[in-house]
Nanobody
Framework: QVQLVESGGGLVQPGGSLRLSCAASGSSFSINTMGWYRQAPGKQRELVATVTKGSSTNYADSVKGRFTISRDNAKNTVDLQMNTLKPEDTAVYYC??????????WGQGTQVTVSS
């Protein structure tokens, strides 16, 4: 199994930046795609960005040009650099790892609040 631990959330003013990090441990060799998802109060969890082992990336339209996902396969980490943050980016952000056996692992989530 794979364990994921997120860090880097917090409170930031609109227009500010935050960097989220996710570290994988356990059977990390079984990880395929990694990604970040978020869930705002009263809303469904949604995709933010994903990155494959080969570093191909995919972004939600709402974050394109503002967020950048990056991955270090040697360290088993995936980061999300978030710039020009907006109040609507406020959510709990979750790291996800898709495994080669078809299952998925999720982190515990980290709160991001964008407010003045």
């Amino acid at each position: 199994q794979v364990q994921l631990v997120e860090s880097g959330g917090g409170l930031v003013q609109p227009g500010g930046s935050l960097r989220l990090s996710c570290a994988a441990s356990g059977s990390s060799f079984s990880i395929n795609t990694m990604g970040w998802y978020r869930q705002a109060p009263g809303k469904q969890r949604e995709l933010v960005a994903t990155v494959t082992k080969g570093s191909s990336t995919n972004y939600a339209d709402s974050v394109k040009g503002r967020f950048t996902i990056s991955r270090d396969n040697a360290k088993n980490t995936v980061d999300l650099q978030m710039n020009t943050l907006k109040p609507e980016d406020t959510a709990v952000y979750y790291c996800k790892a898709d495994l080669i056996n078809g299952l998925a692992s999720w982190g515990q989530g980290t709160q991001v609040t964008v407010s003045s």
